[in-house]
């Protein structure tokens, strides 16, 4: 059965510090993907990245990047040099193929919080 | 703007009373579901619709309805609310079923059932 485990329930850090949230998932499927949002203190969703299981390559966006290990089913996200509005829930999701409902199952998600 | 729209964004009730969240989007998704948000426990699927007419039950089922009488819109019923269905309600759309398409998120629903 497919389960995603965000392991650190909540991360302090003092502005400027790197902050790497850790996400692993569990799937017997072979094609999946695999998400991150953000969901601020205003509560929406916000989309951060989508991989599919095919593709390993990290990535980077501004100061945001993502490690991607099939090997060790991690898909971790690391903020460089947090600012107090990276201060926000991060959910990770694994959406898969053969899952009935086109479900996206979430972790339950990391709060990190970024102190002046 | 493509987006999806839920209503209302806040809400208080009382144990028993009859509720509808709507949502509606405007994007001709043929995919919708709705989701419920709980400390600790992530998100989780209620029920879900890949077309018109076509509905089913997710991972927490129990106590809700849906329907889906037309494409764009997808509401959530709630015949009989009872406290433990307090919680922060989502619904998305993504344009099919089937894996790999992009989610679109309504802003969410706080109930309250007391």
């Known amino acids: 059965a497919q389960k995603v485990t965000q392991a650190q329930t909540e991360i302090s850090v003092v502005e400027k510090e790197d902050v790497t949230l850790d996400c692993v998932y569990e799937?017997?499927?072979?094609?999946?993907?695999l998400f991150w949002y953000k969901q601020p203190p205003s509560g929406e969703l916000v989309f951060l990245i989508r991989?599919?299981?095919?593709?390993?390559q990290n990535e980077i966006s501004g100061r945001y990047s993502w490690n991607f290990q099939k090997s060790t089913s991690s898909f971790n996200f690391t903020i460089t040099a947090s600012q107090v509005v990276d201060s926000a829930v991060y959910f990770c999701?694994?959406?898969?193929?053969?899952?009935?409902?086109?479900?996206?199952?979430f972790g339950g998600g990391t709060r990190v919080l970024v102190k002046p | 703007e493509a987006q999806v729209t839920q209503n209302p964004r806040y809400l208080i009730t009382v144990t028993g009373k009859k509720l509808t969240v709507t949502c509606s989007q405007n994007?001709?998704?043929?995919?919708m579901s709705w989701y419920r948000q709980d400390p600790g426990l992530g998100l989780r699927q209620i029920y879900y619709?890949?077309?018109?007419?076509?509905?089913d039950k997710g991972d927490v089922p129990e106590g809700y309805k849906v329907s889906r009488k037309e494409k764009r819109n997808f509401p959530l019923i709630l015949e009989s609310p009872s406290p433990n269905q307090t919680s922060l309600y989502f619904c998305?759309?993504?344009?099919?079923?089937?894996?790999?398409?992009?989610?679109?998120f309504g802003s969410g629903t706080r109930l309250t059932v007391v």
């Open positions: 998305a759309s993504s344009l099919a079923g089937g894996v790999g398409w992009d989610y679109t």
């Open positions: 799937t017997r499927d072979t094609t999946y993907y």
């Open positions: 991989r599919n299981s095919f593709d390993e």
């Open positions: 999701a694994l959406s898969e193929a053969e899952a009935a409902g086109n479900k996206l199952t």
């Open positions: 994007m001709n998704h043929e995919y």
């Open positions: 619709s890949m077309n018109v007419e076509v509905t």
